[in-house]
């Protein structure tokens, strides 16, 4: 079945650093790809949807500034969290559905954001 | 807007049966999923369910959907230590450029 990949799994950063995290479908094309962002414990949260070649789509309560989203191509789409601090500490998920077929969505691994 | 509720834990012994269960609100709703995940894991799908259907089966999972009451249901046969962790479902339409909206999760605890 159709992969998303995501990388890094984990990283640890210092606060004022900056962290991209990347997204990949593997065999499949994405017009529109999804951030989640999972606190310990709970549900996940949409942050913003991701749309190829256009602006993303945030959620409310999400800063745009802050969490950068770039989807230049249709099987890569990248979250960048800039000047990060130790409340961005959290599990980040990113999604693609398959636009044809099933519309099944698919999940990357998950990325474990350490701001130190 | 579009809400999906669950219990948020469920303790069952080895070899029972478990039932999770679901409700959401949007009736448009085209998708149902139910996905696994593991402590420090990302999301496993385990099932889907088109809304035009009321039972799937596969192997062990048996997702039952009554649609009237939009309530979705997982029950997994003989369930096993290895299937201890949180469940989540979720909702969407059809269209593949929206995004899915997860319940809070069910965290499954399995009793040797």
């Known amino acids: 079945g159709a992969v998303v990949s995501q990388h890094p799994s984990r990283v640890i950063c210092k606060s004022g650093t900056s962290v991209k995290i990347e997204c990949r479908s593997l065999?499949?094309?994405?017009?529109?790809m999804f951030w989640y962002r999972q606190f310990p414990k709970q549900s996940l949260m949409l942050m913003a949807t991701?749309?190829?070649?256009?602006?993303?789509?945030?959620e409310q309560g999400v800063e745009k500034d802050k969490f950068l989203i770039n989807h230049a191509s249709l099987t890569l789409s990248t979250l960048t969290v800039t000047s990060a601090h130790p409340e961005d500490s959290s599990f980040y998920i990113c999604?693609?559905?398959?636009?044809?077929?099933?519309?099944?969505?698919?999940f990357g691994q998950g990325t474990r954001l350490t701001v130190v | 807007g579009e809400d999906v509720e669950q219990s948020l834990f469920l303790s069952v012994r080895e070899g029972d049966s478990s039932v999770i269960n679901c409700t959401y609100t949007d009736s448009s709703s085209t998708y149902l999923y139910w996905y696994k995940q593991e402590p420090g894991a990302g999301l496993q799908l385990l099932t889907y369910i088109f809304s035009n259907m009321d039972m799937k089966q596969d192997q062990r999972l048996t997702v039952l959907l009554n649609k009237k009451d939009k309530h979705l249901s997982l029950r997994i046969a003989d369930t096993q230590t290895g299937d201890s962790a949180i469940y989540f479902c979720a909702e969407t339409l059809f269209s593949g450029n929206t995004p899915l909206v997860f319940g809070k999760g069910t965290r499954l605890s399995v009793i040797a």
């Open positions: 999604s693609a559905r398959e636009t044809q077929g099933t519309g099944e969505a698919f």
């Open positions: 991701s749309n190829e070649g256009s602006k993303a789509t945030y």
């Open positions: 065999d499949f094309q994405a017009t529109t």
